[in-house]
């Protein structure tokens, strides 16, 4: 390895928000040739059309879900049948928040260490409309996002009205986002959203097919790319169900697939000697929506990184939370 520890630990980022997404930052010039203001969502209560898999939205795969039922719980067994409602629009406010922090020595010959925080918060409101005819696709329009960065929050304003969609497998499950900010948005503005919905879509909780009774209890297994691709263990239980409107239980792990750590917008790599990543939340679904209607997840975890040098490790710790409501 060829990079060095002070560039690595200015540059290691992961996949979620500013500390750890990398789709955003790398491919925000991207995002700047495909965007437009000329179309917008569906005023109506379902989307005539999923105008975003035509007018120019990039596209994003999600990662898919391996769902496999644990316990099918007790009672009587139901099936967690989604049938996403066309009467009516969709209203519920997304807020992520990333937190990293890194240490890392400052050179070769210093034995002093670099500290550096990066924290990242966004709250969107989303309005969503199923697809009249397609209950496996969802288009939606962003309100006016906010954050506690105020250098940041000047610039969100333009993305007020920014349009996108979503591409559903069985089972709730995303497996592809489309996303067309303003032309008028700049691009940390543009990366800001982008990292905050991915973020919060790789943890979208997948439903088994199955019939399932109160307690019962599935494990989804997905895996993560990024500038660590990870294998996602996220173990649900049905807490309660009231006619179509679910609550659920949740605890994730993560486990690096190999130790290469790439860092992105760069083809250096680094050794993940250690890391560790978990949390728990819970989230409530309505079957006739695709979006959660209420919920939190909160992800802590750290990881030692390897450069050139071995004896100069770079320590981060990383946090990242996530929160569904509904808006009236």
């Known amino acids: 390895m060829t990079v060095s520890t002070r560039t690595a630990h200015r540059s290691a980022t992961g996949r979620r928000a500013l500390g750890t997404a990398t789709a955003g930052l790398v491919l ?5 040739a495909c965007s437009s203001d000329d179309a917008q969502a569906d005023d109506g209560p379902c989307a005539a059309t999923a105008a975003s898999k035509t007018d120019g939205a990039r596209s994003i795969a999600l990662p ?6 644990l316990s099918p719980g007790t009672g009587e067994l139901q099936p967690l049948a989604v049938a996403p409602t066309t009467e009516s629009p969709q209203a519920v406010t997304l807020e992520t ?3 990293e922090a890194s240490v890392a020595p400052t050179s070769r010959t210093d034995t002093t260490n670099q500290v550096q925080k990066t924290e990242q918060q966004l709250v969107t409101p989303i309005t969503a409309r199923t697809v009249c005819d397609d209950p496996t696709s969802l288009e939606f329009r962003i309100g006016t996002p906010t954050s506690k960065d105020d250098n940041l929050d000047g610039l969100l304003g333009a993305l007020d009205g920014s349009t996108g969609g979503l591409s559903y497998a069985p089972g709730m499950v995303p497996t592809r986002l489309r996303l067309k900010p303003n032309d008028a948005s700049e691009s940390p503005a543009r990366s800001a959203l982008e990292q905050s919905i991915v973020g919060a879509l790789d943890y979208a909780v997948p ?10 209890q ?3 297994v997905r895996t993560v790319s990024a500038a660590a691709t990870v294998t996602q263990t996220m173990t649900v239980t049905l807490a309660s169900r009231d006619g179509d409107v679910v ?4 605890a994730v792990d993560e486990a690096p697939v190999d130790s290469v750590f790439s860092i992105p917008g760069s083809d250096s790599k680094l050794h993940i000697a250690k890391f560790s990543m978990s ?7 309505d079957l ?13 975890g750290g990881r030692e990184l390897l450069g050139d040098d071995p004896n100069r490790p770079i320590l981060q710790q990383n946090e990242f939370t996530l929160a569904w409501r509904k808006s009236e």
Request: glycine residues 12%; charged residues 20%; positive net charge.
């Open 28 to 32: 925000a010039a991207g995002l700047v």
């Open 64 to 69: 898919a879900a391996e769902v496999t039922v």
């Open 207 to 216: 439903l088994p097919t199955t019939p399932v009774g109160r307690g019962a």
């Open 247 to 250: 609550k659920l239980d949740l």
């Open 218 to 220: 599935w494990r989804s």
């Open 97 to 99: 928040s990333s937190l």
């Open 288 to 300: 006739r929506r695709l979006l959660p209607v209420d919920g939190a997840l909160v992800m802590k």
């Open 279 to 285: 949390g728990s939340g819970s989230v409530t679904v």
